[in-house]
């Protein structure tokens, strides 16, 4: 769990401009639990199916998939050091599966 302080100073730091962001710190329900997601969509106002959930984490994904969102896997093998990440594959069909947010950025602005 990051706070919305730390995204935001990360984000400023790295030149990354958001339309919002939305944390589970802001909403008081924290991921997986399907208020997060919903919440966020409502706040966003926009219905769940216009919204793309991008994480490594099947955990997070399968909520996300469930809750009605859009579904990117994106294979981070080094996220987790050495050893690998937990669940390094992805295991339901999401919406898109990629190798990296390269291909992920391509794959969004070819669609656009």
Same mark, same amino acid.
């Given at each position: 769990? %990051? *706070? $919305?302080? %730390?995204?935001? #100073?990360?984000?400023?730091?790295?030149?990354? $401009?958001?339309?919002?962001?939305?944390?589970?710190?802001? &909403?008081g329900v924290y991921? *997986? !639990?399907?208020?997060?997601?919903? $919440?966020?969509?409502?706040?966003?106002? @926009?219905?769940?199916?216009? &919204? %793309?959930?991008?994480?490594?984490?099947?955990?997070? %994904?399968?909520?996300?998939?469930?809750? /009605?969102?859009?579904?990117?896997?994106?294979?981070? =093998? +080094?996220?987790? /050091? =050495?050893? /690998? =990440? *937990? +669940? *390094? !594959?992805?295991?339901?069909?999401?919406?898109? &599966?990629? #190798?990296?947010?390269?291909? @992920?950025?391509? @794959?969004?602005?070819?669609?656009?």
């Amino acid at each position: 769990m %990051l *706070p $919305t302080s %730390l995204v935001i #100073d990360v984000s400023r730091r790295n030149g990354l $401009t958001w339309d919002a962001i939305v944390s589970c710190e802001m &909403i008081g329900v924290y991921k *997986p !639990h399907r208020e997060a997601y919903v $919440t966020a969509a409502r706040w966003l106002n @926009l219905s769940p199916d216009r &919204i %793309l959930m991008v994480a490594c984490h099947n955990f997070d %994904l399968n909520a996300a998939h469930d809750a /009605g969102l859009r579904t990117a896997f994106v294979a981070r =093998p +080094d996220e987790w /050091g =050495p050893a /690998g =990440p *937990p +669940d *390094p !594959h992805p295991n339901m069909a999401y919406d898109h &599966i990629v #190798d990296g947010f390269a291909a @992920l950025c391509d @794959l969004v602005l070819s669609t656009d």
